[in-house]
């Protein structure tokens, strides 16, 4: 199946759920990521997925422990 992908760019704004809140920044240094009222760190992909006939889900991409 061909399918083609559309990138915006230049998005803000604040997305916000129960659990998680998004703010969304100019660059991914001014963009802050809640769940359940307090940051997460090391993130590094946040992705809103919105596919017909299913559940409108936010993934998150975390890097697991501390980075050295």
Same mark, same amino acid.
């Given at each position: 199946? %061909?399918k083609?992908?559309i ?5 803000? /704004?604040? *997305?916000?759920? %129960? &659990?998680?809140? @998004?703010?969304?920044?100019a660059s991914s =240094?001014?963009? @802050?990521? %809640?769940?359940? /009222?307090?940051?997460? =760190? ?7 997925? +919105?596919?017909? /006939? &299913? +559940?409108?889900?936010?993934?998150? &991409? %975390? *890097?697991t /422990?501390?980075?050295?």
């Amino acid at each position: 199946m %061909k399918k083609n992908i559309i990138r915006a760019m230049g998005v803000s /704004g604040i *997305y916000r759920d %129960k &659990e998680i809140e @998004i703010h969304i920044g100019a660059s991914s =240094d001014k963009t @802050i990521i %809640k769940v359940n /009222g307090k940051p997460v =760190d090391l993130i590094f992909g946040a992705h809103i997925h +919105m596919r017909t /006939g &299913e +559940m409108t889900t936010v993934v998150l &991409e %975390k *890097y697991t /422990g501390d980075l050295k």
